[in-house]
């Protein structure tokens, strides 16, 4: 799970010095110090947060705890104390209690979402827990133009009635698929004077660019259009051959996919 920062500053101050820190946990009335630091060095006392709490060493005034990888049990009531000796000898202690819950977020399933609401892209599986990697959760029906012009929609599971929630930053970017051919007319063998269109359609994070070619001779291709459709309001025969496209976006460096060729045939004699 994520990560916490328990707070406890002091202001230092001259004729004081730092002699005990030392971090307790209440819970289920009792009380246990998970660490400590003294004239011998910092230990960790409860053999669960050994390897996962830290104080700083070298940040005077800051004796914050940082505790990584949360669990369930980590839950309670953490009080820092630390205890000053002044000139004169005399001890001062000084303590401030902090309430940790830690709350278990059930997975959700996301979907990439384009700015424009439409769904073009695959469905992905984010685990997000609470504030993890940073998650801003925005309620429902606001919109935040990200860098990438995505946003996260979660439905959560075993819910009658699904609540949606915005995770931008969770959204991460598909690279292009690679694109299939679709007519606007049954097959693709058609008469001359017809009216005929390919689409070009592939999967991935919007914006996708798309670039349509006719094949040619050895191999080589003639590039005739930008843009998802290739259309002829009148076919001539001399338009019939091989024709493939291109899709890319920015994921995936940019990666360029391409669909299988196509064979477009037209028959009879055009009228002019």
């Known amino acids: ?17 730092q002699q005990t820190l030392r971090w307790s946990v209440e819970r289920d009335s009792s009380i246990a110090t998970v660490f400590r630091r003294d004239g011998s060095g910092d230990h960790i006392l409860l053999s669960k947060f050994r390897g996962r709490v830290s104080v700083p060493k070298h940040s005077p005034g800051d004796a914050s705890l940082l505790i990584q990888n949360l669990e369930m049990l980590d839950s309670g009531h953490y009080t820092c104390q630390i205890t000053w000796r002044s000139t004169d000898n005399s001890l001062i202690t000084k303590e401030v209690t902090t309430t940790v819950k830690v709350v278990k977020v059930e997975p959700m399933m996301f979907e990439l979402i384009p700015r424009s609401g439409s769904v073009q892209a695959t469905n ?58 679709r007519a606007a007319e049954p097959g693709l063998t058609l008469p001359a004077g017809a009216s005929a269109s390919l689409t ?73």
């Open 124 to 181: 992905i599986s984010v685990v997000q827990q609470g504030g993890d990697v940073g998650a801003e959760l925005l309620p429902p029906g606001r919109h935040r133009q990200q860098e990438r012009e995505l946003l996260c929609r979660g439905d959560r599971p075993q819910q009658s009635q699904p609540s949606v929630t915005w995770a931008p930053v969770l959204c991460l970017p598909v690279a292009a698929t690679k694109p299939i051919i």
């Open 200 to 272: 070009c359609e592939a999967g991935g994070s919007p914006p996708i660019s798309y670039r349509w070619f006719r094949s040619a001779a050895a191999g080589t291709a003639e590039l005739l259009s930008s843009g998802a459709e290739l259309a002829w309001p009148s076919l001539r025969p001399s338009d019939s051959g091989t024709y493939f496209c291109e899709a890319q976006n920015r994921a995936g460096a940019g990666a360029v996919q391409r669909s299988d060729a196509v064979q477009l045939t037209v028959t009879g004699t055009a009228l002019f």
């Open 1 to 17: 799970m994520g990560s916490a920062t328990l707070p406890c500053t002091y202001v230092p101050s001259e004729g004081f010095t």
